[in-house]
């Protein structure tokens, strides 16, 4: 079977230091691949210097509960919903603790006004989730306003 892409999205308002802005926890028999990861501040004009971090937890941040159909959607019509698991140790946004990092994979510092932040990986760069693990997507300073972000990402299975 060819693997299922799905977006997981959501605006997120005053996120705080080193937290998820989006976390998954992959179902625990299927692996996940990340294709790619943006985030963009909605509404503010002032300038504010960031970084990007893309971590895996050993620990789950504690996150707002994502929806699946709403916030987790698949990108062919007619495909199956996401298997990702949803709670607020599990797939959700705008975390209010850290959690436990066990792997940090990518840090890049972007400004939020003009062009956001976009992580387009080759091929060779693709991170891979095993099946019951958790990636993270934080910044590492927060930030006021709103912000968008999606993580797009397929199920191995």
């Known amino acids: 079977m060819a693997p299922r892409a799905y977006a997981f999205s959501r605006e997120i308002t005053n996120a705080g230091a080193d937290r998820a802005l989006l976390q998954i926890h992959a179902p625990a028999a299927i692996p996940l691949r990340i294709l790619r990861f943006s985030c963009g501040n909605l509404a503010s004009e002032t300038s504010e210097n960031n970084a990007i971090k893309i971590s895996r937890k050993s620990a789950a941040a504690t996150v707002t509960a994502a929806v699946i159909a709403t ?3 698949p990108l062919a019509t007619g495909d199956a919903a996401s298997t990702v698991q949803v709670g ?4 959700g946004y705008n975390a209010s603790t850290a ?5 940090v994979l990518v840090r890049e510092a972007f400004n939020w006004v003009g ?5 387009l990986p080759t091929p060779a760069e693709y991170i ?3 099946g019951g693990g958790i ?3 934080s910044t590492l300073a927060a930030f006021t306003g709103t912000g968008e972000t999606r993580v797009v990402f397929e199920e191995l299975a």
């Open 128 to 130: 891979y989730v095993p």
């Open 71 to 73: 916030d987790v959607r």
């Open 88 to 91: 607020t140790a599990n797939t």
């Open 99 to 103: 959690g436990t990092d066990s792997d």
């Open 115 to 119: 062009s956001g932040y976009l992580w």
């Open 135 to 137: 990636i993270a997507f």
